[in-house]
């Protein structure tokens, strides 16, 4: 679908400011953004996504910050606004776990960052709770356990360079279905200070939690929850290729 695209420098001004600033800034803080966008290459943003700020359209919002479609030259970006009531001072730490993230193939390519800005790559597709949904028919189970399959190779890599993401448990917001690429998002809660539970916390959320759970549980028979809990319980012990194959091999994956 063809987005259309507003200039940034329309972003000054209400509705549109309360994108830029959320949820309130002056008009220097606003104009100071502009420029720092223009640094950036950002020339434009779409007003498309699931979630809304007033009545409009944007990508996602959380604590740190909005995220919104953007271009920069001619290509599509996302765009990742630092909100102006945010307690990080910066995007600057983000950036990094980004770029930490990056180099074990894991997250939504970083492009260029600022003070109040992280430019991504932009992963055209669902939630993963609505991609779930939408699988029907012929090879739907042999499609969803690949996809489960590369989010758990995802979190495995994670575990092993002592990155925790920190909102797997809460996986219908943090995993994006793309058409060229499955991917863990949203790296605002992250750390490589705390001990590492990706693997546990989104197996939990897939097999054991309850929404998604109960979607994944139509399409293909689980195992048990105890042999589930036991397996995870191995895995923590050892974080190592042989447990963690051991729990692909328990959750038919």
């Given at each position: 679908m063809?987005?259309s695209?507003?200039?940034?420098?329309?972003?000054?001004?209400?509705?549109?400011?309360?994108?830029?600033?959320?949820?309130?800034?002056?008009?220097?803080?606003?104009?100071?953004?502009?420029?720092e966008?223009?640094?950036?290459?950002?020339?434009?943003?779409?007003?498309?996504?699931?979630?809304?700020?007033?009545?409009?359209?944007?990508?996602?919002?959380?604590?740190?910050?909005?995220?919104?479609?953007?271009?920069?030259?001619?290509?599509?970006?996302?765009?990742?606004?630092?909100?102006?009531d945010?307690?990080?001072?910066d995007?600057?730490?983000?950036?990094?776990?980004?770029?930490?993230?990056?180099?074990?193939?894991?997250?939504?390519?970083?492009?260029?960052?600022?003070?109040?800005?992280?430019?991504?790559?932009?992963?055209?597709?669902?939630?993963?709770?609505?991609?779930?949904e939408n699988?029907?028919?012929?090879?739907?189970?042999?499609?969803?356990?690949?996809?489960?399959?590369?989010?758990?190779?995802?979190?495995?890599?994670?575990?092993?360079?002592q990155?925790?993401?920190?909102?797997?448990?809460?996986?219908?917001?943090?995993?994006?279905?793309?058409?060229?690429?499955?991917?863990?998002?949203?790296?605002?809660?992250?750390?490589?200070?705390?001990?590492?539970?990706?693997?546990?916390?989104?197996?939990q959320?897939?097999?054991?939690?309850?929404?998604?759970?109960?979607?994944?549980?139509?399409?293909?028979?689980?195992?048990?929850?105890?042999?589930?809990?036991?397996?995870?319980?191995?895995?923590?012990?050892?974080?190592?290729?042989?447990?963690?194959?051991?729990?692909?091999?328990?959750?038919?994956?």
């Amino acid at each position: 679908m063809a987005h259309s695209f507003i200039s940034i420098k329309k972003f000054a001004d209400e509705p549109y400011s309360k994108i830029l600033g959320f949820p309130r800034a002056t008009n220097r803080q606003l104009k100071s953004r502009i420029k720092e966008l223009e640094k950036l290459k950002i020339k434009s943003i779409s007003l498309t996504g699931p979630t809304t700020l007033g009545k409009l359209a944007i990508l996602g919002k959380g604590y740190v910050g909005v995220v919104v479609l953007a271009k920069r030259n001619n290509k599509e970006v996302a765009l990742k606004i630092r909100r102006t009531d945010s307690q990080r001072k910066d995007m600057k730490s983000e950036a990094e776990l980004l770029k930490l993230v990056n180099s074990i193939n894991v997250g939504p390519k970083i492009i260029d960052a600022s003070k109040n800005f992280v430019v991504m790559e932009y992963l055209d597709g669902q939630k993963i709770g609505q991609w779930i949904e939408n699988l029907k028919g012929i090879g739907s189970s042999k499609k969803l356990k690949s996809t489960i399959r590369k989010i758990l190779e995802d979190c495995y890599r994670l575990d092993q360079i002592q990155f925790d993401h920190g909102e797997l448990s809460n996986i219908s917001k943090h995993v994006i279905i793309g058409k060229s690429k499955i991917s863990l998002i949203d790296f605002e809660s992250s750390s490589t200070k705390r001990r590492p539970s990706n693997v546990t916390s989104i197996t939990q959320a897939i097999f054991i939690g309850s929404g998604i759970a109960k979607k994944v549980q139509r399409i293909y028979k689980n195992p048990t929850k105890e042999k589930i809990i036991q397996a995870l319980k191995n895995y923590k012990q050892e974080k190592n290729s042989e447990s963690f194959e051991e729990l692909l091999k328990i959750l038919k994956l």
